[in-house]
């Protein structure tokens, strides 16, 4: 019997080239996500070699470059008409990306690669800036040993008055609110007035104590406004927010001399808000994407609120509750700590300049 001999089959997933037109139709239908992982797959096979032609991704790469310049764009806030200006500023590190005509993918790897590098640059700029500011008066004493402190049995005071500022949306609406009645707002924006007041009752040292909270509006039209609530103040919170770098920068050259100038010698907290965006990888993403930033770090925040001559350092989250829970302790033992004669003492001595 003659057996005819078969024909062997041209289609080689491994090397054939023959077969690339086959690998490439079947590429075509595959999103970007699936040609990523088809990548990852194997650098030997020829149809995960074809991954990274420029036919598949221009289109992708043409549609995120234009999400990212339009998502940078912001409008610029005129102070003298107190509105935002038509003019728009957006980021010039998408317009040479807009040119390119070959190896999108290479060129959108190394964009990512520039947004890393800017954050980077600006983080350390930032620690750099607060560090060229000398220490007003160093009584920085950390958290934890706040919460050590005992209540002293001859303090009969158990109302205190504690005021929050602020630039504006910061989260110190949301945070007072938070903390006042154990909730979040359901509201994405909570509008302050001149002054918006809250209260709540806490236990310390099986001491019941009344904390008055007050709120304040941080646009530059209240300025003359605020200062009506300075007077009595147990405590001011200065408040940041960690997505914010001109918040933190306002810290220095605003808040901190308004107080001092209208409430010398006044005891000062620092406030990181929103810290609960340093561990979402979708707000992190867009703030990468929009402001080529990284969410403020805690040694950031440390680092100023030694520089500036804060009393301590906190940080809360009011979506994820992080930091409220013991926040009241703070208050409560923080003013009584710098009312203590012994307090007191101390800190005359160990007072000096940088």
């Not at 997933?13 to 023959?18: D, F, G, K, W």
């Not at 194997?42 to 992708?60: M, P």
């Not at 979040?184 to 909570?190: A, D, G, R, S, T």
Request: aromatic share 10%.
């Amino acid at each position: 019997m003659i057996h005819k001999k078969q024909k062997q089959s041209e289609f080689n997933i491994n090397n054939s080239v023959l077969n690339d037109d086959i690998f490439r139709l079947v590429l075509s239908f595959l999103q970007i996500t699936d040609l990523c992982k088809l990548q990852l797959a194997s650098k030997q096979l020829r149809i995960c070699q074809l991954t990274t032609e420029d036919q598949y991704w221009k289109d992708y790469y043409m549609e995120r470059i234009h999400w990212f310049s339009e998502a940078s764009k912001t409008n610029r806030w005129n102070k003298t008409t107190g509105t935002y200006d038509v003019v728009i500023l957006q980021s010039e590190l998408y317009t040479k990306h807009v040119e390119y005509t070959e190896n999108y993918k290479q060129h959108l790897i190394e964009l990512v690669g520039e947004w890393m590098i800017n954050a980077e640059r600006e983080q350390q700029e930032l620690t750099r800036e607060i560090e060229g500011y000398y220490a007003w008066n160093d009584i920085y004493v950390p958290k934890e040993d706040i919460l050590n402190y005992k209540l002293n049995s001859n303090v009969t005071s158990s109302h205190y008055k504690i005021v929050l500022v602020g630039d504006d949306t910061v989260g110190k609406t949301s945070l007072l609110y938070t903390f006042s009645t154990d909730s979040f707002p359901q509201y994405e924006h909570l509008p302050t007035t001149s002054s918006d007041n809250y209260s709540k009752n806490c236990l310390v040292d099986e001491r019941v104590c009344h904390l008055e909270l007050h709120d304040s509006e941080g646009h530059y039209e209240f300025d003359r406004l605020r200062r009506y609530i300075y007077p009595g103040t147990d405590m001011f919170c200065i408040c940041f927010s960690c997505s914010l770098e001109t918040s933190l920068r306002n810290v220095y050259s605003k808040w901190i001399v308004e107080i001092n100038r209208l409430h010398p010698n006044s005891l000062i907290i620092l406030i990181c808000t929103k810290t609960d965006l340093r561990d979402d990888p979708i707000k992190r993403r867009e703030l990468l994407v929009k402001r080529h930033r990284k969410p403020s770090s805690t040694e950031q925040g440390i680092l100023l609120a030694r520089r500036m001559g804060c009393f301590t350092y906190v940080e809360v989250g009011a979506i994820n509750n992080s930091g409220m829970a013991d926040l009241h302790q703070v208050m409560v033992r923080g003013i009584n700590m710098w009312n203590d004669p012994a307090f007191k003492k101390k800190q005359k001595k160990s007072c000096h300049l940088q």
